[in-house]
């Protein structure tokens, strides 16, 4: 007589399901609820005419929301980490590579805290922001920018960090002695801060500087 067996049927619940399908299943439930908020932020704040993109108005809300000013540090820092590539302007691909991996917005303010700070303690990465500031601020078809746009991301960028900036802020305010700021002259200007000090001491006009910092050394002697 022969005995027929009864096959068992496994519940997904049950400990015997395979630990790769259950890390597979805890992994895409993962990655769907990454998706979710990545996709319904963005939505939140996305131009009405453009559903691709976040505008001006739709940045100043989002960065209102998760409480950063805008005259501080961390929209420039933002972009440089999406890489956006026109200032005020975030693509839904620039956003979506940043937030693959956040989840709330707790985690979103711990990462640009986190990133902040890196970039504070962290004088290669500083200078890479940097630079980006000047490519990100500038048009295409376009080799400087302009002043006042310099003298605002030189506000929120070096003012706290190097005093020697806001003498030279001041300098351009006053003289007017340009109208606009070139990518040799951006790049100089943080040289200029790490290795002169605020007297001019270590200053030599016969190095090869900008000859607008010429300028600037002679203005701030003679109101000395």
Sequence with gaps: MTVKRKVSTIEPSSPLVPRKLKYSSKKTTEQNKFAKFRQTTFDKYKDTDNTNIIGPDGCQVFFSDIGVSLESIVPILLAWKMN???????????????????????????????????????????????????????????KSIDVEVAVALWQVILADKYPIIKSFMQFVEEKKP?????????ASMLDLCKTVSEDLSGYDSVSSWPVLFDHFAEWKKEGQ
């Design 84 to 142: 956006c590539a026109r200032m005020g302007y975030i693509t839904i691909e620039e956003w979506s590579k940043f937030m693959k991996d956040i989840d709330s917005v707790d985690k979103l303010k711990t990462t640009l805290l986190t990133l902040q700070k890196q970039v504070e303690d962290d004088e290669d990465l500083f200078k890479k922001l940097y630079i980006y500031a000047f490519l990100y601020a500038k048009s295409q078809d376009q």
């Design 178 to 186: 340009i109208k606009v700021i070139n990518k040799d002259q951006w």
